[in-house]
């Protein structure tokens, strides 16, 4: 089993995308929409990470719960995929949810059902050694 995340929209304020997980053979499991900041030269709670193959571990986070936590990111440390809504609620890492909407009526697209998305990601990976993630523009 693999993660592939696919960047779709780059706009001012965030960065919206797809994130697969899928068999060894590529057929797609699931899917989820995605929500991270802009590129900003990977600058630490400013940016999101540079595109590349990271390795993934589940993680308990203190903060978040229940989150996989991307390791080796150049210049980077704790980057979680997480639960989280809104661009403002993510400091360099990865929100995922079941839909893309304007919550806040800001203006800019929110993940919805962050919760959901995140509880079936860690249902998928609960006991998968090895987990691999793309990250692709």
């Not at 203190?62 to 080796?72: A, N, R, T």
């Not at 989280?84 to 839909?99: E, K, M, Q, S």
């Not at 893309?100 to 998968?128: P, T």
Request: net charge negative; proline share 3%.
């Amino acid at each position: 089993m693999k993660l592939l995340l696919e960047r779709t929209s780059h706009e001012s304020v965030q960065t919206i995308g797809k994130l697969y997980l899928l068999r060894d053979n590529g057929s797609v499991i699931n899917d989820w929409h995605s929500l991270e900041l802009p590129w900003n030269d990977n600058k630490r709670n400013f940016s999101c990470i540079p595109e590349g193959v990271y390795k993934a571990r589940v993680h308990k986070s203190p903060k978040f719960g229940k989150s996989l936590w991307l390791q080796d990111v150049p210049n980077r440390s704790e980057i979680l995929i997480h639960k989280g809504n809104f661009h403002f609620d993510v400091r360099g890492c990865i929100l995922i949810g079941t839909d893309l909407r304007d919550i806040n009526k800001d203006g800019f697209m929110d993940v919805s059902n962050s919760v959901d998305a995140i509880n079936l990601l860690m249902l998928h990976l609960e006991d998968v050694d090895g987990i691999m993630i793309e990250i692709k523009d």
